[in-house]
């Protein structure tokens, strides 16, 4: 079985997204451009994929695999598996533990066949009840068949009294606390629904005659359909041949708190979130930088590939030049299969090399996206001073990383996270670097078009991760023995 | 069987490097440093590659594979199987005629069992008189086993009356002509050769106690092996634990040719050749050029990755911005297996995404490292304007490539190069770019550290593809029917 | 994925077995101990298996694999995933519309986790009365994730009040209508449980200080145990290390009605069945076949190899030499994968070749334990012929096979089976033979043991195939369509 | 890679045949028929097969791959890459130090290239002098591919001055000394030899306007070819479209040996051999065993399945009841992969179970083809009574076998023949049954219609295995210290 390979080449040192959704309704082979869209969503997650579709003749078909989504849903003896003008799709990062061949039931979209007919489901986020709520449905006879939170949609919905799907899918959402953005289809209707948050993305989009569903606008892009606009926070959409696109608002009203995150990180630069260009926003991070903490330097230098926006503006800004001083090998996007003891040991020096003639002897300002565990950055800061520079200043494009996130992004234990056990000074201490600074959490609001940075009290973005501030209790967690920050 | 993936995005109208050669003597477990210095030669073949070692127990066993070193030579049950303290291994791209499982037998390193034991050997460079070789080789009984030209090296190996292996290979090597940079071994030696006008690098490398031998610098880093020398244009070293290295010059003496296109876009970045930094060689070209063919604009964007170093320095020398207008996915290391139709009609969108955030409204400088065939570069200038920029001028770090390379690259026929068809104007017509334009000869050498420029007559480097100025005559080529520059 | 072969060479026109079931408890390493079983099960069920194991560190493990036992089972690294002193298994056949790679959700055991705990659950026989507990099920909210008739129990098992999973699963099967041998397991007890009237097998032998339940007394032989009884019709066993072999009897009491085509074709011929050696059964069929209907002929041969043991008999009764005129390639074993339209037409000659010298100029009696389309009689017929045979006698080691199974085995539609169309003589004239004679249904049971033949109004056996007399009326055929013996 | 199986459950003390040869020409997709004719050889090798066909387009085209015939050359996308209507191929067991993955090259046809064209070879048989070959090649320049001793007669032929490939495959095969029965091609010629003493078997048939040569006549059946006659030893026919076939006799005239193993075991019973049938030679074995060493007995029984023939011979002379006592698993074509531990040790339970109800108290005549190791007919003998018989005679089916043959069969090293060791009352001991015989030399000529025996000094056939006289002194094996009986 493929081993999943992220594309960043410390990514084991990252916060990681846990899935992408798609769905594409009124074109012919709906499945291929589902294919296609979950390729762009690829970065969201790279561990399995699946498609399903349907056509009146064969009915629902799906298909689910480990690996890239290049790797198995372009082969034609497959995708002529998946006809139809109706296709949903996902893509998904677990957690370790489920990882393997026999986990292949994990990897959605879900089925489940009611009484009025089926209905296929793609969620992307996490719903923080969802142990509790599973305890419920099976003390009631329902048989689980995965270990996945997502699955408890579709046996809410088969309990449901209600007559047609999406009103099954409401009362099932009505449920379910956390965070959900969910492409969902039925055999003529694709459904696209975010939580009343608005956590993670949603947008919609127009090819030919038809419609997509997608997490982010890069996959609107790849199949050359136009983005119409975003899945509200609390709607959902019914979209069907015959009536085009219905707007529903299953949910109490709430105040929006997109994911800061997804600009810090998640999506790709060449997607619009929330109206904002996200390369612009991660420019904008290293222009903040520069004004918040600018230091006498002789070179720029991303760390690749995801520091580069932010270097560029720390550049423009300070007006240090920009280089590559760290060179990454392109072929390492899938990570070493079965590797020898002697090449994990490698480590770094797999997927990145220093461009020694260019660092020797420099004063280096290096600019990464995020801090998580700090491992990666103390291999970079050793590497770099082994090449000869002179001094090296770790500039970071988010706040210091001090909680968990629970509503889709798979991060280690709190007690892992180097900001929850360190000041910004002992971190840098303990990297040894000659100065470390975090963009302050206003310049990060600043830079994501919030002129007059983070409102206090009602904060315009979740930022659980860098605050402690979580919109959404989570319930499960806190039975386990979660501490939130007012009860620490 | 995988498909080979090229690191560039538009790698079908790119010149192909065809080898890269690594061995190492000296060190337990040699196979393992093998599989990581092809791991980063990766870049130089991506078809197949070879691993022989030598361990007096088990004699010489080999592995030769399809596809990446990381999917193959990474697997603990493999690499067992080439025990020992020699190694040699090679990395190869193919043309598409011999591509194909059959084919195997075609992928180095070759061997051959002599009187006085047995030798592997992997090549580097193309050998022009080959073809005439083979047959005088079968008139005399000779079986190839393969359809490549370095096969024939190994059969003249075997008919040498030299009483050892060294002595036979500069036997047999004194009967080829053309460019080739060798590492082969013995039982006891490691042996690296040049051809006498040095045309593919070739360079030594002190691991502990013992050496290694590789196209790049960049594959030394990677096993943390020290930067000795270059092997000398028409040096052969033959390396052993008894008499380390030991240099003899078994050819006529000849000007160093050493192949520019390895500066321009073959080597990696992070390598050192001749004494300079590829990565600062092709900022400088990007500087030469903003000198010779300066334009008004507000963006300078590079083609990604290879035409990065060369943005970088046409940005500083002219102060118009640098920034990422055009996005790669991440996850197309690999090409798509067995594509639909759909997909394959996809093409630069599964692989490229315009920023159009940042390059709407913008008079955008493309940068790019060459132009083959054109035809990706029209789709480039398409994806720009259709994102609603107001001005694209291409901006071209190496001269017209006018001739194609007979020394180990695999270019298209003369007719299929853009630039043996059309002026500089009518290929800025035929793209439909508002200017293109790219860097002269002299100013290349320049930019490579030549002061004065190319020397008349005397040229530093091989620049045939450039000039039409071939260093040794291609002699198969000719009784086919090339004519060369003189003969046109 | 690999294709599935049966053992008879003209397995497309035999009536198929569906399943056979395992378990084990007590021993260590359990699960090896069932791949065994389910290898010398093999011939019940060749298109994929399963097994379940249970251990308190890792809980239940399962893996499910389509193709044989050998080649999935015995692989140290699958094995090792399914530790523990518990496990069951399961090989099945199924028919053509729901094989392939998608189907493996299909693949038995089925698991379900209630709220007591998990239990896994493995089915031979067909229940008839599936679809409208299907229909109700999904009406009150249970998602099914199979086709497979045998989930129904599961999710009866999940809606019972009761407290234990042998309780539950009393509830469930008193639900279900049909024929089923059934092995189950929660984390501490194996479970055995035969329907009413024991129309499948289902033995119990003792290996060590454990317990095993198997299909046939041949899968005890292979691990070393020692055969101990039948669980009785209508009889469940629960086994525990504490309470060892207690026997309920949760059913109204019922005739037994064992299916006699286990002792004509399905079962092995080492195997006990009713105290009866199959190998035995079958030779005495061939003996009142050679009484019922005599024939001058020069040589016996057996079709191979099913109509090996009735051949011998035929000979013996009657001395007409037994010879192997029909020679079969031992290396059709697995059907020839993706075969190239050629090879298809080949047809029965890939598989079987005649003995010519044998053959030649003889009065042949050919024997075989059934005709079911009667298409490959004909091919065998014509090979027979053209070999030079002077004369071609069939001689079928069954009844006229001219009614459907509904209770586990694969039978083509009514219209299909030969013997619902035409009468014994308009058989011989249609497949062009010298004769052709069946045993007759009191001639089977003398054979299988009852002396006096078979008792009319209260058959001792399970005849349904022969004689059109279901004991459980099909519910859900009837539904569709299917019309009884009285109805007709 | 896929373990290669063979067709005895005892096969790991088995003599083994190494090769089958076959070619077809002058019909379309040739290379389809000789699929189909290997798949019909499989006996006669399992471990690996190759094919090469010729067609003017493409030229030669090869496929050579481990494993069955019918899992590789069957599917179309392999055989598509086969075209033209002259092909030839070749199956192959090997011993175990060649096996494996890297062995790929030890798999016929063989091909060379010569300044008239190209050819490729497939032998069945054994060069006796083929390491002294080997040198002197070596010490003149020929590079060897492989480890076969077929490929000196490439390279003697690469050397030959002669001008057609005919004439050279004539002078390469008069250095060559031992056993060979080779079928060969051209562009545009089918080519086939037997050695002088035509020890292997190869035989001509006509299929449609075209030929085909095979090493035996069942594979003439299996396509669909009338057998025309055996090529003679030391002919050689070169068929082709304008000639037919032509027939020439290179060698000096010899006394015809061949091998008598191959009416006692190698060939298929279905095939003629010498004008015989195989089946009824075995046939009349068991009835001359009869003869020679009767015995009071209940049961005559087949060691499966490559004893059946003769024990129906021995119940017919003997008049004692033949039974099937041994029943073999169908599913063990293939042998367990990747076995755990304790499966290896189930050993013989996994392929066999005894039919106790039949053997229970019976004294019991088990008929076997051979002695090889012994090792197995002590773990049968054990089976047997431990099922419960009252005595156990066996009857072997051919002379003690204690020598090696050194003619193209893998027999072990002469002190592991038990024969070579002990008397036959020593053996009988050994095995601990109560009567042990084997057929007497005299006996096995006349089952194979020498109705006067063996001829002393001048036998008809090859029985050195039986009798230590090698009609040609095994060079090789002389040089390594091997004694000839006379020696001894």
């Not at 957690?95 to 990897?107: E, H, L, N, P, Y």
């Not at 992307?124 to 689980?144: C, K, P, T, W, Y």
């Not at 971190?427 to 002129?451: K, Q, T």
Request: glycine share 10%; charged share 25%.
């Amino acid at each position: 079985m493929a081993e999943m390979p992220p594309a960043h080449p410390f990514d084991d040192d990252k916060l990681k997204e846990e899935c992408g959704v798609y769905g594409v309704i009124g074109v012919a082979d709906a499945a291929n451009f589902v294919a296609l869209g979950l390729h762009a969503l690829q970065h969201r997650g790279q561990e399995a994929g699946g498609i399903v579709s349907y056509e009146s003749e064969t009915g629902f078909n799906s298909a689910r695999r480990f690996g890239y989504v290049r790797d198995n849903f372009t082969k034609a003896s497959l995708m002529e598996t998946l006809p139809g003008h109706l296709a949903i799709g996902h893509v998904r990062y677990s957690t370790a533990g489920s990882k393997g061949q026999t986990a292949i039931r994990d990897v959605q979209p879900f089925f489940g066949e009611f009484s009025m007919g089926g209905a296929a489901l793609a969620h992307n986020g996490n719903i923080v009840n969802a142990e509790a709520l599973r305890r419920e449905l099976i003390d009631h006879g329902s048989i689980f068949q995965s270990s996945s939170d997502s699955e408890c949609i579709i046996h809410l919905m088969a309990r449901s009294f209600q007559k047609t799907i999406p009103e099954r899918m409401k009362d099932a959402l009505r449920r379910v606390e956390g965070a959900f953005s969910i492409v969902a289809m039925t055999r003529t209707k694709l459904i696209g629904v975010r939580d009343p948050l608005g956590v993670r993305p949603l947008v919609l989009g127009r090819i030919g005659d038809g419609w997509a569903l997608s997490s982010e606008t890069c996959a609107l892009d790849i199949i050359g359909a136009t983005f119409v606009r975003e899945i509200e926070p609390g709607e959902m959409v019914v979209i069907s041949a015959g009536n085009g696109v219905e707007s529903f608002r299953p949910f109490q009203h709430a105040s929006s708190r997109f994911c800061i995150f997804e600009h810090v990180y998640f999506s790709r630069p060449d997607s619009i979130l929330g109206g904002r260009s996200v390369y612009e926003t991660r420019r904008q991070i290293g222009v903040e930088l520069a004004r918040e903490a600018p230091v006498e330097a002789d070179l720029v230098c991303p760390v690749p590939d995801s520091g580069t926006p932010a270097a560029i503006g720390f550049s423009h800004e300070s007006g240090i030049p920009y280089g590559m001083g760290i060179i990454r090998n392109q072929y390492v996007g899938r990570t070493f299969i079965e590797p020898t003891e002697q090449i994990r040991n490698m480590g770094v020096r797999l997927k990145l090399n220093v461009n020694r003639a260019l660092i020797a002897g420099k004063r280096v300002v290096l600019v990464d996206d995020s801090v998580v565990r700090g491992t990666t950055s103390q291999k970079i800061k050793e590497m770099i001073l082994d090449a000869g520079a002179a001094e090296v200043h770790f500039r970071i494009a988010s706040p210091p990383t001090a909680w968990p996130c629970f509503y889709g992004v798979d991060t280690p234990e709190k007690e892992k996270l180097l900001a929850s056990r360190m000041s910004e000074e002992e971190m840098r201490d303990h990297l040894g670097v000659d100065s470390l600074r975090f963009v302050s959490l206003d310049g990060l609001y600043r830079a994501a078009g919030e002129a007059g940075g983070r409102t206090p009290g009602c904060p315009q973005y979740c930022d659980a991760c860098f605050s402690g501030d979580y919109p959404v209790a989570p319930a499960d967690m806190i039975e386990k023995g979660f501490k939130l920050k007012a009860a620490e």
